[in-house]
Every structure is written in C-alpha cells, then in structure tokens.
C-alpha cells in the first residue's frame, strides 16, 4: 500500500486493550494505563532490538482505537506496540513495516 505523507508523517493505529490474553476483561485497578510504541530498522524487530519511541496515554475508557504520529522517518522502520498496566508490559502486538518510497512524497506499508 502507498500512502501520502506530508513531512514524513506517519500515523500509527492498533485496538485498544480490555481483556486478558485468555478474554476475560481486565478487573478494576489493573486497566491498561498506556501504550508503548517501539520502532527498530530491522526487519524482525522484538523487544530485544527495538527502541523504545513514546509511551502514548489512555485519554478515555471509552475510546476503541489509539493513533501516535511519527514526524521524522529516515529509513525503513518496524514498529510495535505493547499495552502497559499495574501487572507490567504485555507481549507485542503485530509489526508493521514501513519504507519511505522516493522522496518524502509517499510511504509504502509492507504488513
């Protein structure tokens, strides 16, 4: 897919999280406080490798999607994002890969 980008803009867009891994909503205290957004230019990027880039606040319970803008992409990057809540950090979610087509016109996003 090639996207637009206006100053290597890129927006980043993942589900929110209610439940535990096995479904059962998240009890009262241990609800997701924010998400960690992380990037590596490598194309297997893990926690391992990636660096850490913006922990990205939960504004409202009642919202169902998160997006972060990325202003500066140099190079092909991969990116991940993990939910954070009292327990600690959940495993990562799905990357997405993403490389600057030529010049800033355009960026091409390889799931």
């Known amino acids: 897919m090639v996207f637009p980008a206006s100053g290597w803009a ?6 929110t ?7 059962v909503p998240l ?3 241990n609800e997701v406080t924010g998400y960690r957004v992380y990037g590596c230019q490598s ?6 490798n990636g660096v850490f880039i913006a922990l ?15 202003t500066t992409l140099p190079k092909p ?3 991940f ?3 954070v809540n009292l327990s600690g950090e959940s495993v990562p979610s799905n990357t997405v890969r993403v ?7 355009n960026l091409v996003v390889i799931p």
């Open 77 to 79: 990057q991969t990116y």
């Open 43 to 48: 194309n297997s990027c893990t926690p391992t």
């Open 81 to 83: 994002v993990t939910a």
């Open 10 to 15: 890129l927006s980043l867009q993942w589900d």
């Open 99 to 105: 490389t600057p087509a030529d010049g800033p016109k």
């Open 27 to 29: 009890s009262l205290g």
């Open 56 to 70: 990205v606040p939960v504004d409202s319970p009642q919202l169902t999607t998160k997006k972060f803008d990325i």
């Open 17 to 23: 999280v209610s439940t535990d891994s096995s479904g």
